[in-house]
């Protein structure tokens, strides 16, 4: 089955950067898009950008975008979310999600999830 495992969260000052992966495995992905929301406590999920496996074309909310990248690596079956100029309110459980439809995992019903990673940015 398919299996999204997120890494590469942590504890950053304000102003530095993280990059996170999200490893997906269990199926061919070319043709599907790929999610990152981030959920802070207290708060909803929130989207965060996505990636469209087969093109690589990128969408970022209006929240992050300039400050974080998205890419992919097709050998390795792993998408990343490079985050720069972290600020403390990007504080939240970073989430990946997979789906084969874009408007699908834009609004947050992906069928595929991963466990979360921790970013926390101290002011």
């Known amino acids: 089955q398919v299996q999204l495992v997120e890494s590469g969260g942590g504890l950053v000052q304000a102003g530095g950067s993280l990059r996170l992966s999200c490893a997906a495995s269990g199926r061919t992905f070319n043709n599907y898009v790929m999610g990152w929301f981030r959920q802070a406590p207290g708060k909803e999920r929130e989207f965060v950008g996505s990636?469209?496996?087969?093109?690589?074309?990128?969408y970022y909310a209006d929240s992050v975008k300039g400050r974080f990248t998205i890419s992919r690596d097709n050998a390795k079956s792993t998408v990343y979310l490079q985050m720069n100029s972290l600020k403390p309110e990007d504080t939240a459980v970073y989430y990946c999600?997979?789906?084969?439809?874009?408007?699908?995992?834009?609004?947050?019903?992906?069928?595929?999830w991963g466990q979360g990673t921790q970013v926390t940015v101290s002011s």
């Open positions: 990636i469209r496996w087969s093109s690589g074309y990128t």
């Open positions: 999600a997979a789906d084969i439809g874009w408007g699908t995992v834009l609004g947050g019903t992906a069928n595929y």
